[in-house]
């Protein structure tokens, strides 16, 4: 069983910058690929970007795509979502999953809020 915590959710003003981390509970994190969502309220849970277990590859969805930056860092069991340019339609609750493609585990998701 592998517990995610995502932190570093808040209110920023429509331009400005977050970072989401997203902290494992097992070092068996290292293997998986890992990848945020994104649901906004009354809309479905939506794919924003994910990584594989080397770094080596990431893939991002059209609409956060030359805006946000997925990365991790395996010896903190940790990955990251660097978003800037944030537009208020980016507000929602993140959430980080992993593995692919089943996304057995979740975290609890943390609020974004960008203002107009």
């Known amino acids: 069983q592998v517990q995610l915590v995502e932190s570093g959710g808040g209110l920023v003003q429509a331009g400005g910058s977050l970072r989401l981390s997203c902290a494992a509970s097992?070092?068996?994190?290292?293997?998986?690929?890992m990848a945020w969502f994104r649901q906004a309220p009354g809309k479905e849970r939506d794919f924003v970007a994910s990584i594989s277990s080397s770094e080596d590859s990431t893939w991002y969805a059209d609409s956060v795509k030359g805006r946000f930056t997925i990365s991790r860092d395996n010896s903190k069991n940790t990955v990251y979502l660097q978003m800037n340019s944030l537009r208020p339609e980016d507000t929602a609750v993140y959430y980080c999953?992993?593995?692919?493609?089943?996304?057995?585990?979740w975290g609890q998701g943390t609020q974004v809020t960008v203002s107009s």
């Open positions: 999953a992993g593995p692919p493609p089943q996304y057995n585990y």
């Open positions: 097992r070092r068996a994190f290292s293997s998986y690929g």
